[in-house]
């Protein structure tokens, strides 16, 4: 389905919604990269980033657990969402250092962002796409601080 001008779209924008629990770094980081991104980027059809306590979320196709998800409804008329768990965030920490452990989360985002654009341009997700691009995203971010 393309987008035409007929075609009424929900609000648009990014935005940012964290369950209590999450680590205060863990949500500010997380909002200051969406207001990067809201600078850098089009958000024509709202998404809403929900940022998750658990260690991980089950993706609600595959039923699979995994560590971010993107839902992408054939009806671009509702809005979408992507999940991400960050519950294992202390442990990344302990593993690879905050500032990883940070990067990590963030190219979570980055990466169902890319989906997002797939989407929006009715093109097949492609994982190398959205890993290539998402990379591009946060070494554009970290340029930025």
């Known amino acids: 389905m ?7 779209y929900p609000r648009p924008r990014l935005r ?7 680590d205060p770094g863990v949500r500010q ?3 200051n990269f969406a ?3 809201r600078s850098k980027m089009e958000f024509p059809i709202r998404v809403v980033v929900y940022l998750k306590k658990d260690y991980q979320i089950k993706n609600r196709y595959s039923k699979e657990l995994v560590s971010a998800t993107f839902f992408a409804p054939y009806d671009k008329t509702i809005e979408l969402y992507i999940r991400i768990a960050t519950g294992d965030y202390e442990e ?3 593993q690879r250092g ?9 190219g979570s ?15 097949e997700f492609d994982e190398t796409e959205a890993e290539n691009k998402s ?11």
């Open 29 to 31: 980081s997380c909002l």
């Open 16 to 22: 940012v919604r964290c369950e209590r629990g999450i």
């Open 135 to 145: 990379e591009e995203l946060l070494d554009a971010f970290a340029d930025s601080l």
């Open 92 to 94: 990344l920490v302990s």
């Open 109 to 123: 985002i980055a990466h169902e962002i890319v989906h997002y654009q797939q989407w929006i341009e009715d093109k």
């Open 35 to 37: 207001v990067w991104l």
């Open 98 to 106: 905050e500032i990883d452990a940070l990067w990590a989360i963030l």
């Open 2 to 8: 393309k987008r035409t001008d007929s075609v009424k």
